[in-house]
């Protein structure tokens, strides 16, 4: 008896999004190896932002199907394996959130009670919120209100939360937007050591920056479709894509 091959953490086939009548996803077929830094490019209403939350089951489908590791989104309970980063920070109400506390909330999908993650009695979440502020060069603000800082460092506190959570798979939403300079080259740093750990990374993208050397794979949308999927020859680690 021969063991099944391991599902790859994502695979979609057939899928369209329909929105107000319009066709935002038209027939997307799309799987995600492990290991693949892919890169989602295309102009403005392509359908970017809508593949990959349709890939996490944050939008429905109106038809085709989505798998994570082999499950339907419903049925997936392994949320503490993929690290979400999404365009912009959550404006919540109540008291503001320190940027220590946002990306402390990361090692939620570990536990099984907020109040340990988020005063960090444990000393494994205490170094991974730790590498995480240091990884996107924000230990100095640690204290700090999130909602008080400005929109590429909100971004930067968004990537932190989900290294935190220390994922196998990353999927960021234009993890670049708004960013500097100075951010882009940490977070490329940042991915560089994932990537050299064989963590898996689905990102949208209008230009790819530093982030570049590292992708493996791009694919291109246009209304809703995928015009072009090229693998490239090598990554900046110097193996093959």
Do not use: C
């Amino acid at each position: 008896m021969t063991d099944r091959p391991a599902a790859p953490p994502f695979e979609m086939t057939g899928a369209r999004v329909r929105r107000e009548g319009r066709e935002i996803l038209a027939g997307v077929d799309l799987r995600v190896e492990t290991g693949e830094v892919l890169a989602v490019l295309g102009p403005n209403g392509a359908g970017k932002s809508t593949l990959v939350k349709a890939l996490l089951g944050l939008v429905p489908l109106a038809s085709g199907r989505t798998a994570i590791y082999g499950e339907p989104p419903a049925r997936f309970r392994g949320w503490h394996r993929i690290g979400y980063v999404p365009q912009r920070l959550p404006m919540g109400g109540g008291v503001p959130a320190t940027v220590r506390e946002v990306v402390a909330s990361g090692r939620v999908t570990r536990r099984s009670r907020w109040l340990p993650v988020l005063f960090g009695d444990r000393a494994a979440d205490r170094d991974a919120v730790d590498r995480a502020l240091k990884a996107v060069g924000l230990a100095g603000r640690a204290r700090d209100s999130a909602h008080l800082l400005s929109g590429g460092e909100q971004q930067r506190v968004l990537i932190a939360r989900a290294l935190a959570g220390e994922p196998d798979v990353f999927v960021m939403d234009e993890p670049t937007a708004g960013v500097d300079t100075r951010s882009q080259a940490a977070l490329a740093s940042a991915l560089h050591a994932l990537v050299e750990d064989g963590r898996t990374v689905v990102l949208v993208a209008h230009e790819l920056g530093p982030l570049e050397p590292l992708v493996t794979r791009t694919i291109e949308l246009s209304q809703g479709r995928i015009v072009r999927d090229a693998v490239h020859g090598t990554t900046a680690l110097g193996r093959p894509a």
